[in-house]
């Protein structure tokens, strides 16, 4: 599309303020919604719907706008799609939270997630080098076509699943409660925690640290590993992302044994302990000396990504019992608005981090290997920082969060004698 880095990391940030103050409300409003389909479910429906509709726009983009109305093309369609992932998300996250009040059930019950997450995740990889397929005139018309697959499909076909089948067992417990909580009062509370910040901090730092590395990666694989090759760097990168589902596959049963043996917390700490020597690794294994030595890099990392769909929302339903009976109210949505928008902020501005490092590291993509000298040192130095900065904050904040077995089965007891079981 012949669009600045800058402008397009821009593009995909501006979406994201606006998710500052579409998520929370988005969670307030699903706690409180009533319909004789539920809370969640009706918003699930429709958020899945949009969620296609509004996807496949985005690719429709006109080739010889310009930039400038290339630049407000993907920003207005990007608005309005995280605005459909905002009314989707944020429910069937909270959906989730509520299926079982079992300390360990809830960690197998992420298990089953985190699967089918992955199995998602493993056909992603796959999607830029299909936009390349020789059935297609162009890439670009290769994107709409794969948009318009996975729109379909994908967004529709089984986002709608959970509205279908899902089962609300806090329904009755929330329309029984004192409602007298303003929004404002609501998410003071739920943001002020200790445990609710421990966890906020893991995830950020995974999301953006991480995904500024794996945002710069490409351009490590195609430009420094491959020497300018793009279409081998694009199969090179898609072959270390079907490494990354098939540790990944791997990871979520160990996780499930670590978590269930050693408890969440520790589960957890062991895990990002791996992921900071995966991320110095990385200054060694992406080699163009050795190509396919990166692909160790699945194995070091993969299994703190898996981590984000097993272990941490697993502690988060904990999270949601002691929210529960620290300040007497049910509500998912709002805390699971805080982790969906946490997601999305800093998945978000790790395009513009990234462009931006691009950009001032002097790196031109029209001179593909033949990069200005210390350019590709600098983004190496910047990818390995990232990558190592990820799970040492976040083993920081872990120490926030201390909701333990023995806890998390006293408080789950306390809150049954006071609005029975459910």
């Known amino acids: 599309l012949g669009l600045n880095p800058a402008l397009f990391g821009l593009a995909m940030t ?5 998710d500052a103050f579409t998520d929370p409300i988005m969670g307030r409003i699903s706690d409180r919604f009533t319909s004789k389909y539920g809370r969640r479910r009706p918003f699930i429906f429709a958020g899945a719907l949009l969620m296609a509709l509004t996807f496949i726009s985005i690719w429709m983009v006109p080739q010889g706008l310009g930039e400038t109305l290339t630049f407000l093309w993907l920003t207005v369609g990007s608005i309005l799609f995280f605005t459909a992932y905002t009314i989707y998300s944020v429910p069937v996250y909270a959906l989730t939270c509520e299926q079982t009040p079992d300390y360990h059930e809830r960690t197998r019950l992420m298990f089953y997630w985190a699967l089918f997450f992955n199995i998602g995740n493993l ?3 796959w999607y830029l080098p299909a936009t390349n397929l020789a059935i297609f005139p162009n890439t670009l018309i290769g994107a709409r076509w794969m948009a318009l697959g996975l729109g379909v499909l994908v967004f529709f076909g089984l986002g709608v699943l959970p509205a279908i089948f899902g089962k609300e067992r806090f ?6 409660e004192d409602q007298n909580i303003g929004f404002l009062k609501a998410i003071g509370q739920a943001a002020s925690s200790k445990p609710m910040l421990g966890l906020v901090g893991i995830v950020f730092a995974l999301n953006f640290c991480g ?14 590993v491959k020497q300018g090759h793009v279409e081998q760097g694009i199969l090179l990168n898609a072959m270390n992302g079907t490494g990354f589902a098939i540790v990944g596959f791997i990871a979520i049963y160990v996780l499930r044994f670590l978590a269930i043996k050693l408890g969440k917390r520790r589960a957890m700490f062991w895990v990002l302990l791996m992921t900071a020597f995966g991320g110095v690794s990385k200054w060694f294994i992406f080699t163009p000396d050795a190509p396919y030595l990166l692909l160790l890099d699945a194995v070091l990392n993969g299994p703190v990504w898996v981590s ?19 300040f007497g109210e049910r509500r998912e949505g709002i805390i699971s608005s805080v982790f969906t928008w946490i997601t ?15 950009h001032f590291s002097g790196f031109d993509e029209a001179l593909g290997a033949n990069q200005p000298e210390g350019t590709m040192t600098m983004l190496r130095l910047f990818f390995v920082s ?7 904050l976040a083993i920081s904040c872990l120490k926030l969060y201390a909701i333990s077995e023995d806890d998390a089965y006293r408080i789950r007891g306390e809150l049954e004698e006071r609005r029975g079981e459910v």
């Open 308 to 326: 984000l769909g097993v272990i941490v929302p697993s502690m988060i339903a904990d999270l949601c019992d002691w929210d529960e009976y620290k």
């Open 344 to 358: 999305k902020f800093g998945t978000s501005f790790t395009f513009l981090v990234s462009g931006i490092a691009l």
């Open 14 to 18: 501006i979406p994201r303020i606006w």
């Open 211 to 224: 995904t500024i590395a794996g945002s710069i990666a490409m351009y490590i694989v195609i430009y420094h």
């Open 123 to 125: 056909c992603v990889n």
């Open 386 to 392: 990232a990558s190592v900065l990820a799970p040492v």
């Open 171 to 176: 329904y009755d417990v929330a329309q029984k």
